[in-house]
């Protein structure tokens, strides 16, 4: 079977991103799964081989020749810095949108500097959308190993979670992850949802969401063939699916499901912008503005985002994602 077609934006300059890039495009198993394309200033690129001590890269590159890596300080979030991610993130969306790759992933951003870059920069689910000119609905997953983490509601400040629940919100997030699972190969996959207050509400005496809003939302996904189960207690649903019971959680809110999955797996886990029409997956980890440069950075999450991706890519040849 041919190799799928990855295309891999170097993230942030100031950050780990290039010695993330450099030791992951000489990994054998990363060169057999895939055909991994790298897009940046190539510059940056081999300070970061330098940083990882990597001597001799032979890898596809596409020199956009955009950032002189000696103007970048190291650990400090900069507007050129935001400019040259964005710019290489840019030209890997519009490579799969031209048939040249079937999938994205980058090394991690800075939001940040990606702000400083551009005022109106949200997110990379906006900026993505955006460039494809995608009107259709699209959210963050977050994978460790074979355990998916979806949600209903995001970058929004705690106190406006619960006004933003509603029964077709969830239908549809439980629509995406199901749709997402099965493109990673859950057939057929199965969905824990998360409760929004302690002890599932007890029975009203903590709340009324779970009563009003998320309990008539499973029965309604369910009827419709969604393979979802809950609402269960946020505090025992990871548990549950940590496991065995459960392929993926549905939580409320962000930091519901991204505290369990970074404590479970950091250095492992996987974001993934599901509902676009090909797979991009990234490192769920961040910059790392205080380990850059120093040649330490671990390479597993980067590893698992590109080989999630050729995985999904490779399904997608006879499915929809």
Known sequence: MEKPVIALAMGDPAGISPELTAKLVVLDEVRKAARVIVIGDRRVFDEGARIAGIKQIDCEFED???????????GVASKAGGESALA??????????????????????????????????????GFTANVLGFKGTATEFNVLENLWNARVTSHIPLSKVSSSLSIDSIVEALELTATALRTAGFNPPRIGVAALNPHAGDGGNFGREEIDIIEPAVKKAKAKGLPAEGPYPADTVFVRARGGQFDAVLTMYHDQGQIAMKLMGFDRGVTVLGGFPFPICTPAHGTAYDIAGRGIANIGATRAAVLLAAQMAIRRRGSVY
């Open 64 to 74: 956009l020749k955009h950032l002189d890596p000696a103007t970048v300080k190291r």
């Open 88 to 125: 290489n993130y840019r030209r890997a969306l519009r490579m799969v949108a031209d048939g040249k790759a079937q999938a994205v992933c980058f090394t991690p951003f800075n939001k940040q500097a990606m702000r400083l870059a551009d005022s109106t920069y949200d997110d990379e689910i």
